[in-house]
């Protein structure tokens, strides 16, 4: 049974810059519950989607995210996937954040550790399948860090990363940008990507991409003023769960936006033994 004992080396204080340390270990104890907000609802549907489409039935398989702020603020996936029966694990650079998530677990127990993406507890090929969404983005050696995923993943396991779209048509990265500069920024630094830059970086973590998507198509100001309403003023969430609403419908019933969602989602496999599981080809 792979545990966060079962270590290849493990983080070691003096590897993770102590500020880095402290900024994720305050966002886990003062930022607020984003959960039940319109635009999680729709964003926890997204994932669940990414899960069905293009990874293995989760009864009985080893899945490991590569952070759990959602399942301590936000969309509580990797929850989700327990109770389809999958075996759950998950690190995360911020001690309070690992301890609020293991509450979000009942049936299946979360396996997680205090670690840094880019240096995982784990021993080589330890996972079926990796979600990474939302993570690599907010360290300065991202491709580290895939190298990290790509080695605790099984040969022939799949690998679902999440990074912000560069190429967003309502230009959340230049959103982003700014708050950053103006220090108001709450998840401190952040990357975008191009979906080619992402294929490129995957690739040479030794994965083969199989498929392309994204998720979350719709203005990155409407899902922060969502947020802020769901938890500052929540008689007006009822009015931005309206704005919202169009997405929904748009992404339920126009698939082709989803491509333009403002998160990738590239899924990738380990060169091994053949998964028997259909996705579908990679667009360029």
């Known amino acids: 049974m792979t545990r966060p004992s079962d270590t290849r080396g493990g983080v070691r204080a003096s590897t993770v810059p102590s500020a880095y340390r402290r900024f994720w270990a305050d ?25 069905a489409e293009h990874f293995p039935p989760l009864r009985g398989l080893r899945v490991f995210k590569s952070d759990l702020w959602d399942e301590a603020k936000n969309t ?10 999958a075996r759950v694990y998950g690190i995360d650079i911020s001690e309070p954040t690992v301890s609020e998530a293991r509450a ?16 995982l507890p784990f021993r080589d090929a330890s996972f079926d399948a990796v979600y990474s969404m939302g993570t690599i983005e ?19 396991g799949r690998a679902i990363v999440g990074v912000p779209n560069r190429y967003d048509p309502f230009l959340r990265p230049l959103l982003a940008a700014a708050l950053q500069a ?27 991409v199989v ?13 922060m003023l969502d947020l802020a309403c769901h938890v500052r003023c929540r008689p007006l969430s009822a009015l931005t769960g309206a704005l919202v609403w169009p997405f929904v419908f748009l992404d339920r019933h126009l698939p ?16 091994g033994r053949e998964v028997p599981f259909h996705t579908p080809a990679v667009h360029n």
């Open 211 to 223: 498929a392309e998507t994204a998720i979350l198509f719709i203005p990155g100001w409407l899902r």
């Open 76 to 85: 509580r996936i990797l929850a989700w996937a327990g109770r389809q029966g």
């Open 104 to 119: 979000a677990f009942d049936r299946e127990p979360l396996r997680g550790a205090v670690a840094d993406v880019r240096e």
């Open 138 to 156: 907010h360290v300065r050696d991202p491709e580290r860090a895939l190298q990290e995923l790509a080695r605790v993943l099984k040969p022939g």
């Open 256 to 271: 082709a936006v989803r491509r333009h969602g403002y998160l990738l989602a590239t899924v990738a496999t380990k060169p």
């Open 27 to 51: 966002v886990g104890e003062r930022f607020p519950d984003l959960g039940g907000a319109a635009s999680t609802r729709y964003y926890s549907e997204n994932e669940r989607r990414l899960f």
């Open 182 to 208: 103006l220090g108001l920024y709450a998840y401190g630094y952040e990357k975008s990507f191009s979906r080619r830059a992402l294929r490129q970086m995957l690739e040479r973590a030794g994965l083969e």
